[in-house]
């Protein structure tokens, strides 16, 4: 949707088409080790081809790189358009959520860590420092740029009260960033510690620090987020919070 909205040098449109209409779109994301893609065909226009036609598009436009291509929802239709085309199962992204009306307990934030809210044009560079080792491993979220935060910080539904940051001696050592869908659902955008701080509670504390802004100033009566199923360790936490899975994601690849 950003590359729709702002237009950009890596992404691609792919569009299959019948009697002069559009029947599937595909997008596709150059990046340093891989091509990412995300596509989507008509439900009138679906069982004619046209899925295939656009992997096998996003695969010729992907060159040597590895193709990685998101199915949103672990459906049978997904997974056999995948077989089809020689694509496997490369990963699994979790939706979890839990009610805001349920009990959350108090934040305990360590004694020598303080935490404040995000200030446009003074932060950016710093939160990027953090997010990028926090996400290190992290396929996509590890690889921001400065650029990839000016876009988000442009949409509507940015909010730097429900942005908030763990700092250690003047120095951030882990955020979380709340995000609102439609007035009606509060997300977990994105939440991260810098190694270094992990093992004190910093990344519980900034947790329900944000889930309780959600639920007191933004008066929202439920919360979502997005976690890989092999990070044991978050999906613990959430758990241990309240979350339990709601859907998958799955991505799929040629290896």
């Known amino acids: 949707m ?22 599937g779109y595909a997008y596709l994301e150059a990046g340093a080790d891989s091509a990412a893609g995300e596509l ?8 004619r081809g046209a899925g295939r036609a656009l992997v096998t598009a996003l695969a010729g436009r992907a060159g040597k790189e590895p193709l990685r291509v998101w199915a949103h929802g672990d459906l049978p239709a997904a997974a056999a358009l995948a077989r089809a085309t020689g694509l496997q199962r490369v990963r699994a992204l979790w939706q979890m959520g839990r009610s805001l009306r349920d009990p959350l307990p ?12 995000f ?21 996509e ?20 009260a429900g942005f908030f940051l763990a700092e250690r ?9 709340t995000k609102v869908h439609g007035g009606t659902t509060g997300e977990v955008y994105v939440i991260g510690v810098d190694p270094a701080a992990h093992g004190g509670g910093l990344g519980r504390a900034l947790t329900l ?11 929202l009566a439920e919360v979502m987020l997005y976690v890989d199923e ?10 241990r919070l309240g979350f339990t899975r709601t859907s998958v994601d799955v991505m799929y690849g040629t290896g």
């Open 141 to 160: 979220q590890g690889a921001w740029t400065r650029a990839d935060l000016s876009l988000r910080e442009r949409e509507g539904w940015f909010d730097p």
């Open 169 to 177: 001696d003047g120095r951030l050592v882990g955020f979380h960033w």
């Open 230 to 239: 092999t990070n044991r360790a978050a999906v613990g936490m959430y758990e």
């Open 40 to 47: 989507v065909v008509d439900p009138a226009s679906r069982r």
């Open 2 to 23: 950003l590359h729709l909205r702002y237009g950009g040098e890596t992404g691609m449109d792919l569009t299959t088409t019948a009697e002069g209409h559009v029947t």
């Open 106 to 117: 108090e934040p305990t934030v360590p004694a020598d860590v303080s935490i404040r809210t």
């Open 209 to 219: 620090t944000g889930l309780r802004y959600l639920r007191d100033e933004r008066h």
């Open 119 to 139: 200030v446009p044009g003074r932060d950016e560079g710093e939160w990027l420092r953090v997010n990028a080792l926090a996400f290190a491993h992290h396929p």
